[in-house]
């Protein structure tokens, strides 16, 4: 594997490879599944990291995953991406942890403890809806796109998810309408041979709306 974006079933160590199908066509059910679930893209890599990292296909418990380890799953042999990812999944676990907890979100399960007479604190993991995310990973190859999103927007329903805010709709200023109006006339004008064709045009126009001008268009003789 050359670079991060080569495909996904040459991952090495995946210890998850056995159970289901590490490919890229599965990571992009799982990205979407993340999408609708309202996780920001930045945590994506670590959430896919603890997936194929665990063995949860043999047991729905805790295990332990450093970060070395959920780095070498989603990166290639080479020394620099792997730092390049451990890096980025040491800064972004926690992170996502923290997020999840302010939202109410629990995809990835997690308990610190520490190993008698050890000095730093580790954690262990576990992903309670591995058995949710192997099912869309064993669709048939024949299941049309459509149909794949429908059955994620309808799992999505049944998990706790966060919701995006709406954007507030923009209240357009009068000055901001005067300003887009000379804007338009500016382009206009550009595009008229003579200023003479130019006020016919708008005159034109102005009637089309029964708006009349107080004063007389300036017509060059």
């Given amino acids: 594997m ?3 974006s080569d495909s996904f079933s040459t991952f090495k160590l995946i210890q998850a490879a056995d159970a289901v199908d590490i490919s890229r066509r599965n990571m992009a059910i799982f990205d979407m599944l993340l999408n609708g679930l309202g996780i920001p893209d930045k945590f994506h890599e670590f959430i896919r990291a603890v997936f194929v990292s665990g063995n949860w296909h043999r047991h729905s418990g805790w295990e332990e995953l450093t970060y070395k380890r959920l780095a070498r799953n ?3 042999f080479s020394d620099q991406v792997f ?3 451990y890096n980025r999944i040491k800064k972004n676990a926690p992170e996502f942890l923290k997020w999840q907890e302010q939202n109410n979100l629990e995809l990835i399960s997690h308990e610190s403890f ?6 730093w604190p580790k954690v262990r993991y576990a992903f309670p809806y591995y058995p949710t995310v192997e099912k869309l990973f064993s669709l048939d190859k024949s299941t049309s796109q459509k149909e794949i999103r429908r059955m994620v927007e309808a799992i999505c329903k049944t998990m706790s998810r966060v919701e995006k805010p709406r954007r507030a709709k923009r209240t357009r200023t009068t000055r ?4 887009s109006v000379v804007q338009n006339l500016l382009s206009i004008q550009e595009s008229m041979t003579c200023k003479n064709e130019f006020f016919a045009e708008l ?3 102005l009637e ?6 107080p004063f007389k268009l300036a017509i060059e003789n």
């Fill in 83 to 85: 730092t390049t990812v």
């Fill in 74 to 76: 989603v990166s290639s």
């Fill in 114 to 119: 520490k190993d008698e007479g050890g000095r």
């Fill in 176 to 179: 901001n309408n005067v300003q």
């Fill in 2 to 4: 050359g670079n991060y």
């Fill in 208 to 213: 089309s709306c029964n708006f009349k001008w």
């Fill in 203 to 205: 005159e034109i126009a």
